[in-house]
T-cell receptor
Framework: GESVGLHLPTLSVQEGDNSIINCAYSNSASDYFIWYKQESGKGPQFIID?????DKRQGQRVTVLLNKTVKHLSLQIAATQPGDSAVYFCAEGSLNNLFFGTGTRLTVIP | GAVVSQHPSWVICKSGTSVKIECRSL??????MFWYRQFPKQSLMLMAT?????????EQGVEKDKFLINHASLTLSTLTVTSAHPEDSSFYIC????????????FGPGTRLTVL
C-alpha cells in the first residue's frame, strides 16, 4: 500500500486544551482523506473526511486541514475532553481504496 | 452515520477449524463492503473488497482460498477463515460504503479471533 505515517505516535493534552494530530501521506494522487477514532477493542469510528478539492473542513469540535503541497493532513480537536482519549488514524486514497496510517494515541489528562 | 454490526464479537477456536464472521448493514443497502484485519497495536490493513453479487477483490498477499468472502445480499457480507491457525488470530473489521450518506466508509465493531 501507500505510505501514510504520523509524526507523533503519542500525544498527551490537558483537558480543555486543543489537540492537533498530524499525518503525512505520500500518494499525491489521493483524492479522499479521512480521520477515524478507535477506542480499545472497538471498530474505528468516523470523525471527519475531506476531499482533495478542499483544504479545510469543520465538524463539531473538530477541524481537518489538508495541505496538498506538502502532503500533510491534520486533525484539530477543540476543548479536548477525556472521552476523546483514543487512537486516531488518518487514511488516504479513494472511497474504494483507503490506506491507513499507523495511528496516534491521544491521552487526555483530567 | 450508518449502523454496521458484526457477529460474533469474539471467537476462540482450535487450530484447523473454520470460522465465519458476519457483517451486516442495518439501516441501508450497501453494494460495497470491505474487510480489514488489524493486529495488536497496528493499523488496519485492507484484505478485500466485497461487491454484492460478484466475486470479492483481494489485496495482494491475501489468500482468497483461505479467506472466503460471500456478499449474498445488500445487507450481509460474510468472511470465512478456513482452517484457521494461530497466526490468523487478529481483529477483523468490516466497513460499508454508504453512497447515500456522504459517501464514506463506516466501520463495524470488529470481531476478535483467537486461534489456539
Amino acid at each position: 500500500g501507500e505510505s501514510v505515517g504520523l509524526h507523533l505516535p503519542t500525544l498527551s493534552v490537558q483537558e480543555g486544551d486543543n489537540s492537533i494530530i498530524n499525518c503525512a501521506y505520500s500518494n499525491s494522487a489521493s483524492d479522499y482523506f479521512i480521520w477515524y477514532k478507535q477506542e480499545s477493542g472497538k471498530g474505528p469510528q468516523f470523525i471527519i473526511d475531506i476531499r482533495s478539492n478542499m483544504d479545510k473542513r469543520q465538524g463539531q469540535r473538530v477541524t481537518v486541514l489538508l495541505n496538498k503541497t506538502v502532503k500533510h493532513l491534520s486533525l484539530q480537536i477543540a476543548a479536548t475532553q477525556p472521552g476523546d482519549s483514543a487512537v486516531y488514524f488518518c487514511a488516504e486514497g479513494s472511497l474504494n481504496n483507503l490506506f491507513f496510517g499507523t495511528g496516534t494515541r491521544l491521552t487526555v489528562i483530567p | 452515520g450508518a449502523v454496521v454490526s458484526q457477529h460474533p464479537s469474539w471467537v476462540i477456536c482450535k487450530s484447523g477449524t473454520s470460522v465465519k464472521i458476519e457483517c451486516r448493514s442495518l439501516d441501508f443497502q450497501a453494494t460495497t463492503m470491505f474487510w480489514y484485519r488489524q493486529f495488536p497495536k497496528q493499523s488496519l490493513m485492507l484484505m478485500a473488497t466485497s461487491n454484492e453479487g460478484s466475486k470479492a477483490t483481494y489485496e495482494q498477499g491475501v489468500e482468497k482460498d483461505k479467506f472466503l468472502i460471500n456478499h449474498a445480499s445488500l445487507t450481509l457480507s460474510t468472511l470465512t477463515v478456513t482452517s484457521a491457525h494461530p497466526e490468523d488470530s487478529s481483529f477483523y473489521i468490516c466497513s460499508v460504503k454508504a453512497g447515500g450518506r456522504g459517501d464514506t466508509q463506516y466501520f463495524g465493531p470488529g470481531t476478535r479471533l483467537t486461534v489456539l
